[in-house]
C-alpha cells in the first residue's frame, strides 16, 4: 500500500534521469515473511541486478520473518522501528532516520516496499521522490488497497495480476512500472488466486529493481517509457 495526499493523481508530473549513480543503494521495507524481499536480494546475489548494494532490510515487526532470511541468508544489515503509537511523518522520520544511517539517500537510493503494512506519510514520499517502489497484487488502477485478490473475485474478473509502481502520495496511484497478468481460474479461492499471484511478483519485482538501477526508466507525467538495454 502507498502514500496518502490530497493532491490529484492526474497532476503528477515528473520526470526521472535516464542514469543513475554507478552504485544504487537499496533499502527494503517489511512487516512480515518478506518474499519479495527474499526475490529481490536472490537476484541481487545471483548477479542479474547490477549496481545495485542492498544496505538494510527495516521492519517495524519485530518478529518480522524477513529479517532472519535478510540477516541469515544474505547477510545484509536489519533494522527495526516499532511504531509505538507514533503516525505518519511523526513515525516515517524514524523509518528515513534509518535508511539514512545505512546510507540509503534520497539522491542515491532506492526504497522497495515488500509487505511493509503501513502507509507512508506524504514527508516520506517527497524527500525520497521517485526512489520508492512498491508492488500490488492486483492490475492497477484495478483493485487499490487491502484484499485486492478478494475484491478481483468477487467483482468476477476474468485476468487480475501484479502491478510494481512508483510511489507518489495517494494510494497505489504512482505511475505504473510494469504489470503482469494472471487468469482468475474456475474455483480460484482468495488463497490460490494469491498464491499465483505471489509467483509473478517474485519475477516483476526483481525486474523493476534491475530496470530502475540500469537507468532505463523515464518517467514523463504517468507514462514510464523503458529504454533499450
Not at 28 to 47: C, E, F, H, K, Y
Not at 180 to 192: C, F, R, S
Amino acid at each position: 500500500m502507498a502514500a496518502v495526499s490530497r493532491r490529484n493523481p492526474a497532476t503528477f508530473k515528473n520526470r526521472i534521469k535516464s542514469s543513475y549513480p554507478t552504485l544504487v543503494n537499496l533499502g527494503i521495507l517489511i512487516s512480515g515473511r518478506g518474499s519479495n524481499m527474499d526475490a529481490i536480494l536472490s537476484t541481487v546475489q545471483a548477479g542479474r541486478i547490477r549496481n545495485v548494494k542492498p544496505c538494510v532490510v527495516i521492519s517495524n515487526k519485530a518478529d518480522a520473518a524477513g529479517l532472519k532470511i535478510a540477516s541469515e541468508k544474505y547477510r545484509v544489515p536489519t533494522e527495526v522501528v516499532p511504531a509505538e503509537g507514533l503516525k505518519g511523518w511523526d513515525y516515517d522520520q524514524k523509518i528515513v532516520a534509518a535508511l539514512q544511517k545505512h546510507d540509503v539517500l534520497p539522491q542515491a537510493g532506492l526504497v522497495c516496499l515488500a509487505g511493509f503494512m503501513r502507509i507512508i506519510s506524504p514527508e516520506f514520499v517527497r524527500a525520497y521522490k521517485m526512489r520508492i517502489l512498491n508492488i500490488h497484487p492486483a492490475l492497477l488502477p484495478s483493485f487499490p488497497g487491502l484484499h485486492a485478490q478478494k475484491l478481483a473475485l468477487d467483482y468476477g474478473v476474468k485476468v487480475t495480476g501484479c502491478t510494481v509502481h512508483f510511489v507518489d502520495e495517494e494510494i497505489d496511484s504512482g505511475p505504473v512500472i510494469l504489470q503482469k497478468p494472471v487468469p482468475v481460474l474456475e474455483g480460484d479461492t482468495e488463497e490460490t488466486l494469491s498464491a499465483r499471484i505471489l509467483e509473478q511478483e517474485h519475477q516483476l519485482y526483481p525486474e523493476a529493481v534491475r530496470l530502475f538501477a540500469d537507468g532505463r526508466l523515464k518517467v514523463d507525467g504517468r507514462v514510464v517509457a523503458i529504454a533499450p538495454g
